[in-house]
């Protein structure tokens, strides 16, 4: 007689296998699941994750998790007060400013010698880096970083600097393809840190226009085409007032439609939309909005 035995598969959850702390304490995790080919991810307690990638590879999986944790700014846990900060002027006189939130430029010596005027007060915050070390010695290929003259006679929003190091007589030979994939591995982490300073460049726009026009009706007016493009649509909806409402009955044969002028504005979308697509269809109206209105001036 034969025994027929019925089992079932228990999921289980995935396992730890790494941690690395973050400068803000946070901690970043690397697990495995052992469920798939591709069975490694890593994940932030501030929040960030390797989202739907996920690696055959436990040694690129925790290159990429400590990457992160070298570069993460997050702050786990902690709330740092603004800081507001009074400047002699060499005139006479003083200009007292809050810094940015990203700012993390030491003023100890604008403090000290004073400034000349009030527009070579200038914020900056952590530069994200792209380098490596050749014969002991740290080489930087590209920084990158949020910057800012608040009180310039002419551009006063945060802008990303660029800054490419020149050439040097000290190079770094790659003897392997293992090699070469280390590399590969710290550009990627660098582009991502790239679309994260972007995000982060976009948000410090944001607040900056919010300080300067949120409070004035017309503050919509002040926009341009490229920040139409560029800055986060939640603020842009709250500057337009934009009422979003889910509905099948659009008024037009479309996927969404905006309705009114600016304070008193409605976007209708379909109620099954992807929020992926809603903020696409939402930035393309008041594009065309902004076109029909200014003629496609920038």
Not at 19 to 42: C, E, H, I, K, L
Not at 47 to 58: I, M, P, Q, R, W
Not at 199 to 228: C, P
Not at 266 to 284: C, N
Request: proline fraction near 4%; include cysteine.
């Amino acid at each position: 007689m034969t025994k027929t035995i019925h089992t079932e598969a228990t999921e289980q959850a995935p396992a730890t296998v790494l941690q690395f702390t973050t400068r803000g304490g946070a901690t970043v995790t690397v697990t495995g699941d052992n469920s798939s080919s591709s069975p490694y991810s890593w994940t932030c307690s501030a929040g960030d994750a390797s989202a739907t990638e996920s690696y055959a590879s436990l040694p690129f999986c925790r290159d990429d998790a400590e990457a992160h944790a070298n570069a993460c700014q997050a702050k786990q846990g902690v709330v740092e007060e603004p800081r507001t900060i009074t400047y002699p002027l060499d005139s006479g006189g003083s200009v007292t400013s809050t810094c940015p939130a990203w700012c993390t430029y030491d003023h100890t010596d604008d403090v000290a010698s004073g400034l000349t005027e009030p527009s070579d007060l200038f914020h900056q915050g952590d530069a994200v880096s792209l380098g490596f070390t050749a014969q002991g010695v740290e080489q930087s290929i590209l920084d990158a970083r949020i910057a800012q003259w608040p009180f310039s006679q002419d551009d006063k929003k945060p802008y990303v600097e660029l800054v490419p190091e020149g050439r040097t007589a000290v190079g770094r030979i790659l003897a392997s393809r293992l090699e070469l994939d280390d590399e590969i591995r710290r550009v990627r982490a660098h582009l991502r840190e790239l679309l994260d300073l972007g995000d982060q460049l976009a948000e410090a726009q944001a607040d900056d226009h919010a300080r300067h026009f949120l409070h004035d009706d017309t503050a919509w007016m002040t926009f341009t085409r490229t920040d139409l493009q560029s800055l986060p649509i939640a603020y842009l909806l709250r500057v337009f007032g934009v009422t979003v409402v889910e509905t099948e009955d659009i008024g037009r044969r479309a996927v969404a439609a905006l309705y009114g002028e600016p304070g008193a504005m409605e976007l209708r979308i379909k109620p099954d939309m992807s929020q992926y697509l809603r903020e696409d269809q939402a930035r393309r109206l008041l594009l065309d909005w902004y076109e029909a209105r200014h003629g496609g001036a920038a």
